[in-house]
């Protein structure tokens, strides 16, 4: 009976499927004629992938150019060739046809023209009272519209607190149209109602956007306006049906003014599609679903790439498809618990829910059929002559800041997996377009290491899923009641205590005492560095492949002890929960890289091959290490640094910072349970001061491994080099430093995407990161407003108790560091003009916090231009020009990182050649550098170029040996192999 049933549904599919296709693709004759233009512009764009992207970067940056000079500029550097040249027609059309006419002027006004035509094609109005009159034009072709309001990304409260007002106006003039319950529809972002939306604070999250969200439902309820949560990215998912679910629950007379959008596109839509329906059942009133495919999946694929994770969306289109149905089919059943509303353009998708409704006997009016405006112009026609409702998703607003919105309709719109453009703009057939979907094999990963490259970095923890959420601030109690305990000495394979005891505090609370720790002296120093030289022979001697092996077994215990691990780190050293799990994921690549790169790096070296002679090359091990390492990154680098060491045969003595020691004492723990040899490993806490010159100084010590302040750095570069005599050897110093680093944001550069990689550069981990930014430097055309915006999204950083997970910025190590900011900050108020300091009053009484703050107007020679603070602390220049702007950046002793902002690509391109950094970030923020991914390191005073986590960073820990044989023996030589 039930298959009798599917096959009699799928012929009724197919029936509806062709009606649908012919009526849409009649339609689409009379939609061509009036959008030829714009129609003829997509094909263009379609026609090839290089044109396509060109045209998408440039549409986006079009924007933001002032005047003709730059949109002429950028078109040329953008459509470089002629095989770009626009389609003869629309030159045609834009009186483009005679070169001799294309002054810069006209050039530019076309542009603007054509830009202006497209954005219209695809945004219903540009004011709400336009949108007001789209609305009735519709209504009177008897279609509903679901009225969506674009804007910029919302990096502030201010402009969370303008979207809301906006759709208060939109309400209101809806409203007084009296149109009656449920007609009107409006679709709203929640991410656009707080500036700090984010799954790892899912109680914060929805406690700031309640305050904005209830009072506009009831706004919305009061003049009878339906409203959508639209869904967005697939982090921000569970986190918005989570806060639907609770605002029903604390209201549950929102339940028939507000409806929820879920995704097909999404690998386990199904499971979320299940756990709907099963609330829905407990709901007092129907639940509305506007089901659609999804907008991010270049977005979602990209995302899941960079950070390992697996991809969440279906890589197949027919696996999307199927999905669609599957979730149409289980929704439509649901009725009247659910109203469904079918958001799709797939004329599949659409004949399958009209013949489900149709096979069922069921009214036409329970469900409703949703269309992108513009896209949705051929299918409209087709819908309401079979006596459905059909309601446009209209995005009204200014094209300009509309822009990404449209950017990202252009996509889907020419995207390979596109229904449209199979449907209309190529004439696929009836029996292709229609066939009913079928399971293909998804690939599951992009990440597909070669065998040769083992190594994948370890993915950060995703802290938009409750089960790791619940894990972490498990760990944080956990760990919380191991404060006090004593950290001894390790030295030739034994713990040591001392008389005395130094105290590793938590930042945050100065008073809470996280761990004690016992302060080597000279004698214990000598006693490590014997133990680590006698342990030196055997270690250099064992197998590349034996050392990696433990390497990876120590990997795995941190990988194991994860949470501990970053919990201790937001004790000990006040980072936020990304940050010290990001810390906690730096420490297990180094160890799990290292380890892949020693077994290759420890083969030999062949070199020039000649018949009777064999060269090759072959690393040495040096000898004693001393590693020693700063705080701020309490794991990683000294993981790092003694992983490269250790893999590299030599034998390590661990030399934590004061200030972390419980951190470093978390690696000796893990390299003592590896089961690295006696001796290999020797740990010493206690004063850097006393202890660095006995082990930089030392003759058996062969190689120092610092990171650290230029002072500390420079000073045991000299005092290594004048031991050279008594060792007996050049002793290596591998001396990483600090940095002064900039970031310049030129007048092309996207706002959306600076302004939150500025403010999480200079104060995320509150601006103790050898990389953050301290400089900022503006191009004068696009200062004022690019300050003003991100001195109102500064005010929205959340700074707080680091334990706490919406806390963007914790507090800083010590007191000198609060002494060193506050000083720095008299200086900007006397000398400059301090644009934004925060306000961190209640916190400063518990632990050593100080506010971000932003200051400018600074004297050339200011110290605060050239000095590291190490803390939330961002000056400002400003400056004419873009080559000017380098000259700048250059301007100083450092050169560790660096960022520029611009989407102009000989910009780009001199920036890549000229800024002088060790490492240059492009359009991003230039802290969080990858191992492998991003080799790491500065030079001038920020270092000696060597490059952690890149292939050649092994070699600094090694002397390199060439072994030649002659092999000829009076004239007879054997044949090489
Ligand atoms: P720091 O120089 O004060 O201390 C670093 C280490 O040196 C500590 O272990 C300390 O005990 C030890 N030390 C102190 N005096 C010593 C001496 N006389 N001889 C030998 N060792 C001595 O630096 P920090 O405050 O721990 O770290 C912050 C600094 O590190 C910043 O300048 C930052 O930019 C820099 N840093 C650089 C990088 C990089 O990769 N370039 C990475 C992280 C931090």
Redesign the pocket.
């Known amino acids: 009976m039930a298959k009798e049933k599917g096959s009699n549904r799928e012929a009724l599919i197919q029936k509806i499927g062709e009606e649908l296709l012919r009526e849409a693709r009649n339609a689409e004759k009379s939609v061509e004629s009036s959008h030829r233009w714009e129609i003829k512009l997509l094909e263009w764009c379609m026609s090839n992938d290089e044109l396509k992207t060109q045209i998408f970067r440039f549409i986006d940056v079009f924007p933001s150019l002032k005047s003709d000079r730059e949109v002429v500029q950028h078109i040329k550097e953008y459509f470089p060739s002629d095989g770009m040249r626009l389609p003869k027609e629309i030159r045609i059309g834009l009186a483009l046809t005679r070169t001799a006419l294309l002054t810069a002027p006209i050039l530019s006004k076309s542009s603007e023209f054509l830009y202006k035509r497209m954005a219209k094609f695809f945004i219903g109005a540009g004011s709400i009272e336009e949108a007001i009159q789209k609305t009735e034009e519709l209504e009177n072709r008897g279609v509903m519209t679901s009225i969506d309001l674009l804007g910029e990304l919302t990096t502030s409260d201010a402009e969370a607190g303008a979207y809301e007002a906006e759709y208060r106006k939109l309400f209101k003039a809806l409203g007084a149209r009296k149109k009656g319950p449920l007609y009107q529809n409006v679709s709203l972002k929640l991410s656009a109602l707080d500036p700090n939306f984010d799954p790892i604070d899912p109680n914060g999250t929805q406690s700031r956007v309640f305050k904005r969200l209830i009072p506009l439902i009831e706004a919305a309820a009061l003049e009878q306006i339906f409203v959508y949560i639209d869904m967005e990215h697939f982090a921000f998912r569970d986190l918005t049906l989570r806060l639907i679910r609770n605002l029903f629950e604390a209201r549950p007379d929102f339940i028939s003014s507000m409806g929820i959008v879920l995704q097909a596109y999404l690998a386990d839509a199904r499971q979320t599609a299940d756990s709907v329906l099963n609330w829905a059942g407990h709901l007092s009133h129907p639940l509305t679903i506007r089901l659609v495919r999804g907008a991010y999946w270049d977005t979602e694929i990209m995302k899941a790439e960079e950070l390992g994770w697996p991809i969440p969306v279906f890589l197949n289109k027919a696996e999307t498809d199927q999905a669609y149905e599957e979730l149409a089919e289980l929704f439509l059943a649901a009725f009247p618990k659910i109203r469904l509303a079918v958001g799709t353009h797939n004329i599949r998708s659409v004949a399958h829910a009209m013949a489900y409704i149709e096979t069922e006997g069921r009214d036409k009016n329970t469900v409703e059929f949703q269309l992108l405006y513009g896209l949705g112009a051929p299918l409209e026609a087709a819908i309401r002559a079979r006596g459905y409702s059909l309601r446009l998703y209209t995005p009204v607003g200014d094209p300009l800041p509309g822009m990404a919105y449209l950017v990202r309709r252009l996509l889907e719109n020419v995207s390979q997996q596109s229904f449209l453009r199979q449907s209309f703009w190529e004439s696929a057939s009836a029996e292709q377009l229609l066939k009913a979907p079928s399971k293909t094999n998804t690939v599951k990963s992009l990440q597909t290491p070669s065998d040769e490259v083992k190594f994948k970095n370890e993915p950060a923890l995703d802290f938009s899923r409750e089960d790791v959420r619940l894990s972490f601030e498990h760990a944080l109690k956990k760990m919380r009641a191991e404060f006090g305990q004593k950290i001894p000495l390790f030295i030739n394979g034994k713990e040591k205590n001392t008389a005395g005891y130094g105290l590793s505090l938590n930042p945050a609370h100065a008073s809470q005492v996280v761990a004690e720790f016992a302060c080597a002296d000279k004698v214990d120093a000598e006693a490590a560095v014997r133990a680590a030289d006698e342990a030196f022979p055997e270690w250099s001697h064992t197998d590349a492949k034996e050392r990696a092996g433990l390497l990876r077994k120590a990997a795995d215990i941190l990988r194991h002890r994860r949470f501990e691990l970053a919990a201790l780190e937001v004790f000990e050293v006040g980072k936020p929960w990304r940050e010290a799990d990001g810390d906690v994921c730096e420490a297990i690549d180094y160890l799990e890289y290292y380890a892949a790169e020693a077994v290759k790096f420890f083969e030999k070296h062949p070199t020039e091959k000649l018949i009777h002679e064999s060269n090759f090359t072959r690393p040495e091990s040096r000898g004693v290490s001393a590693v ?6 309490p794991l990683a ?1 000294i993981t790092g640094m003694s992983a490269a060491a250790l893999a590299s045969g030599n034998t390590v003595i661990l ?6 020691i419980l951190m470093g004492w978390q690696l000796l723990r893990t390299y003592r349970e590896a089961g690295f040899p006696q001796g290999t490993v020797n740990f010493l806490s206690g ?3 006393e ?3 006995v ?2 100084e030392h003759p058996r010590v062969a190689l120092i491994a ?8 420079l ?2 570069i000299k ?1 290594a080099a004048s031991a050279v005599e008594r060792s007996g050897c050049v002793k290596k110093v591998i001396s ?4 002064k680093n900039a970031i310049v944001i030129d007048a092309s550069a996207d706002f959306d995407q600076s302004i939150p990689a500025v403010l999480e550069s200079a104060f995320g981990y509150s601006g ?4 953050a930014a301290s400089r900022l430097i503006l191009l004068e055309s696009i200062a004022r407003p690019f300050l003003k915006r991100l001195c109102e999204a500064a005010a929205s950083f959340i700074v707080g108790d680091p334990t706490h997970p919406g806390s963007h910025m914790g507090p800083l ?1 010590d007191s000198d560091a609060t002494k060193r900011l506050r000083l720095a900050y008299e200086e900007a108020k006397k000398t400059g003009t301090v644009f934004y300091r925060g306000d961190v009053h209640t916190l400063e009484e518990q632990g050593y916090f100080v506010p971000p703050t932003i200051a400018g107007n600074l004297p050339l020679h200011s110290p605060l231009l050239s000095k ?1 603070l ?1 803390g939330p602390f961002l000056t400002v220049s400003i400056v004419r020009s873009f080559d000017e702007a380098l000259k700048m950046a250059n301007q100083s002793e450092y050169a ?1 990182t660096g960022g520029v902002f611009s989407r102009t690509p000989s910009h780009i391109d001199k920036a890549a050649k000229h800024f002088a950094v060790g490492n240059l970030y492009i359009n991003r923020k230039i802290t969080g550098a990858i191992v492998r991914r991003q080799p ?3 030079y001038k005073l ?2 000696g170029g060597s490059k ?1 986590g890149g292939e050649d960073y092994l070699r600094e820990f090694v002397f390199m040996r060439t072994i030649t044989e002659n092999r000829m023996r009076h004239g007879f030589s054997p044949l090489q192999t």
């Open positions: 020693i390492a700063p705080w701020n990154f680098i030399k934590p910072a004061e200030q972390s004063s850097g001061a202890l660095g010159p082990l930089v610092f990171t650290g302040s230029r002072e500390v750095g000073e045991i005092r990483e430093m600090g940095g103790q990161k050898c990389s190590i590291e190490f560790l790491f390191g500065g920020s270092g952690a």
